[in-house]
Each structure stands twice: as structure tokens, then as C-alpha cells.
């Protein structure tokens, strides 16, 4: 089955009741029994909803694993995933992240016994060094956010291959199941921020897991009912309407972006534009090997660097709304020092290049005519 046809069939079956050609929203938080364990597969909708399932074996298929667990937001998936290690085990992490991933890893489970080795990921043999007897996950992210370098999944995964102890988690948000499928590559588990690409209209927010083996899938499965962070069912047929226009919409705005990111490297007052896209990009040739298109987010920062530049940029942008978040079918803009990595250190920031003028924008699918306009406008200002 092609990708365009498991958007829309995959996982899905008309209503049995009905015969609705849409998931009905389940919205129910018990079912009845006719017996003490005697049920139609449901009991409680913290543990099953048909909803959800129905979700979930789309996105296992879109994916190509053998499961996926749903969960109440992208970081609520990533708490999951970091729940099948032990205090004292350690993670190898991209130095090149959402900050909400590093202040996860920092700020909530380094408390409880997990260390985290943040490396440079583009190099693998960096990541080699960092690799010990305790290491028992490396997560990638890529492209990274936001300033869109990339890690070999297969030269990575081959890394933790001969100790079965690592298991690989690849942050797939910024790709989309349609543009990469880090499972074919090597990778163990992928986790999206379902909230962005895979909804695609900025009205939910959702978190998914996906998993190559069965046996993790069942161990998530648990925690997703021990622990409780489970989506309602209305965001999950949500999620499902937007992912039969996934190929589409990733698609055009792709091409939408490309065409930003090639306007944008002409400008004269933009100084780097980062986007795997441009034959530039130091891993150009990596985009064009792992990804189907090269994404759709792009960042750049400004010739002086000014903060105060950067807002006016952003302050006078008529299409790209500034707004937190990304993946929805109209175009944003935002400022990551300030916005959604303000929790990692400057220093830390700076490290990576992420400037105080950075600015990435989520290119959507309008007319990439008025897209291009409204930045040379804005640019004009400054």
C-alpha cells in the first residue's frame, strides 16, 4: 500500500454499527460488561477507546511499526519512552533539540537517576565516545530544531546495534511519517508531537509512540494506562482528519518552502538561512538520501544579529502569524531564543548557533507568492 493510500485507508474500517465512513468519536469513559471480564474489548476509556485504537493502528502503518500508543501531548510521549529505563541508566541526546525535550531530560528525569550526554549528533563518532555500559538510549531529533541539521538514523542505529541493551528513539515531528521513517532505518521507537504535521490544523494537541517490536509496544501500552497522560477522543479523530490530507499538505508546503529558503538566501539583510534543502546545507546530500523532501521549516538569523530587528521582523509579518508551534496549514513565525527553547541556557544556545536573531518560520500552504511578499516586506523595515 502507498503512503497517499494508508493516509486515508490504513488501519480504518467503516463504523460496524453504521457503516460511517469516519471514525465515530467514542466519547464515552466506560462500557458496559455483561459479566465481571466480560466485555466487547472495552472497559474503561483511561485503558481502550475505539477511537484512539483506531488512531493508533493508522499511525503504526503510516510508520511501518508494529504498534502505536497515543498519548496526551508530545511531551507526555517522550515521558513514556523515558519510563522503560532505570535510575542510573544514561542517554546519549542531540545538543541540537526542542527545548522542551532538553528541559525534560534536565529539569524532570535527571531527578530521578537519568543522566544525559548531550553530543553533537552530526558526527557519529561523537557519538561513539559518549557510548558506556550504562547507555540505554540515544534520541535523535531530526531534523533538529530549529536549526535543521540532520543525523544519520542508520549510521547512529548502527552504533547501538551491538549492545541490545540501547534502544534508538528518533524525534520524527519536524519530518512527518510521509517525509521519513526512521524504523526502516534502524531506529527502535519513533515519537511525534502529534499536535503538529500529523493534525495539521492547529486545534489539538496529541502525542504519539511508535514502536518496531511488539513486545515495547505492549510495555508502553502499560504505562499509557498506569500512568494516565491519555488523549480524549475527540483530539484523536482530529488527528485522524488530518492525516488523510498529510501527503498533500507536507507535499506543498515543502515546495513552499523550499522557494522561502531560496529567497531568503538571496536577501541582503538575512545572514544564515538554515534548510537541508539549499545545496549549501552541510548534509544536503543526507536530506536527499533520508527525507522525501527536505521539510518545511526554515530558520535564519539577521546580518547584525540585533534582537530588536528580529521582533520587528516578526512584529510586521501579515501571513506568517507569530505563534508557538508549527506543522498546521497556515504559515508561522517565531523566535526559538525567546520562545520555545528559552528554556536552555544562552550559552548552551549560542553553541549550536541559535542566535538572539534566529528566526524559524513553519512555512504553510498559502500561495508561496504572498508568502515571499510578506517576508520582503517585513525585511524592508529592518
Known amino acids: 500500500m502507498e503512503f497517499g493510500t494508508k493516509c486515508i485507508h490504513a488501519g480504518l474500517e467503516?463504523?460496524?454499527?453504521?457503516?460511517?465512513?469516519?471514525?465515530?468519536?467514542?466519547?464515552?469513559?466506560?462500557?458496559?460488561?455483561e459479566a465481571p471480564g466480560q466485555h466487547k474489548g472495552y472497559e474503561y476509556a483511561r485503558t481502550q477507546n475505539p477511537t484512539r485504537s483506531a488512531l493508533e493502528r493508522n499511525l503504526a502503518a503510516l510508520e511501518n511499526g508494529a504498534d502505536a500508543i497515543c498519548f496526551s501531548s508530545g511531551l507526555a510521549a517522550m515521558d513514556a519512552v523515558l519510563r522503560l529505563l532505570d535510575p542510573g541508566d544514561e542517554v546519549i541526546a542531540s545538543n541540537d533539540l526542542y527545548g522542551g525535550t532538553y528541559r525534560q531530560f534536565v529539569r524532570?528525569?535527571?531527578?530521578?537517576?537519568?543522566?544525559?550526554?548531550?553530543?553533537?549528533?552530526?558526527?557519529?563518532?561523537?557519538?561513539?565516545?559518549?557510548?558506556?555500559?550504562?547507555?540505554?538510549?540515544?534520541?535523535?531529533?531530526?531534523p533538529t530544531n530549529p536549526m535543521l541539521r540532520l543525523v544519520d538514523i542508520p549510521a547512529v542505529s548502527a552504533l547501538a546495534a551491538a549492545n541490545k541493551k540501547i534502544l534508538v528513539c528518533v524525534d520524527n515531528t519536524f519530518a512527518s511519517p510521509y517525509l521519513q521513517n526512521p524504523l526502516n532505518l534502524g531506529a527502535h521507537i519513533v515519537v511525534h508531537s502529534a499536535t503538529k504535521y500529523i493534525g495539521g490544523h492547529s486545534d489539538l494537541v496529541l502525542g504519539a509512540v511508535v514502536v518496531k517490536e511488539a513486545d515495547l509496544g505492549q510495555q508502553l501500552h502499560f504505562l499509557q494506562n498506569a500512568v494516565g497522560a491519555v488523549p480524549g477522543p475527540q483530539d484523536c479523530f482530529l488527528a485522524l482528519r488530518g492525516i488523510k490530507t498529510l501527503h498533500l499538505r507536507v507535499e506543498r508546503a515543502c515546495k513552499n518552502a523550499k522557494k522561502v529558503a531560496k529567497f531568503l538566501n538571496q536577501h541582503p539583510k538575512v545572514g544564515k538561512v538554515f534548510y537541508p534543502g539549499l545545496k549549501d546545507h552541510p548534509q544536503y546530500e543526507l536530506a536527499a538520501r533520508q527525507m522525501r523532501y527536505p521539510g518545511a521549516m526554515v530558520s535564519?538569523?539577521?546580518?547584525?544579529?540585533?534582537?530588536?530587528?528580529?521582533?520587528?521582523?516578526?512584529?510586521?509579518?501579515?501571513?506568517?502569524?507569530?505563534?508557538?508551534?508549527?506543522?498546521?496549514?497556515?504559515?508561522?513565525?517565531?523566535?526559538?531564543?525567546?520562545?520555545?527553547?528559552?528554556?536552555?541556557?544562552?550559552?548552551?544556545?549560542?553553541?549550536?548557533?541559535?542566535?538572539?536573531?534566529?528566526?524559524?518560520?513553519?512555512?504553510?500552504?498559502?500561495?508561496?507568492?504572498?508568502?515571499?511578499?510578506d517576508l520582503d516586506q517585513a525585511l524592508r523595515n529592518v
Open 14 to 33: 467503516p463504523d460496524p454499527t453504521t457503516g460511517a465512513v469516519m471514525t465515530p468519536i467514542y466519547q464515552t469513559s466506560t462500557y458496559a460488561q
Open 108 to 142: 524532570v528525569h535527571e531527578r530521578y537517576g537519568i543522566t544525559t550526554h548531550f553530543v553533537d549528533m552530526t558526527d557519529p563518532e561523537k557519538v561513539a565516545k559518549k557510548i558506556n555500559k550504562k547507555t540505554r538510549l540515544i534520541w535523535i531529533e531530526t
Open 300 to 373: 535564519f538569523d539577521l546580518q547584525n544579529d540585533r534582537y530588536d530587528a528580529a521582533v520587528k521582523v516578526m512584529s510586521t509579518t501579515q501571513y506568517f502569524t507569530l505563534a508557538e508551534s508549527l506543522g498546521g496549514v497556515e504559515s508561522l513565525i517565531g523566535h526559538p531564543a525567546s520562545m520555545t527553547h528559552a528554556s536552555i541556557p544562552r550559552e548552551e544556545r549560542l553553541k549550536v548557533g541559535l542566535t538572539d536573531s534566529l528566526i524559524r518560520l513553519s512555512v504553510g500552504v498559502e500561495e508561496v507568492s504572498d508568502l515571499i511578499d
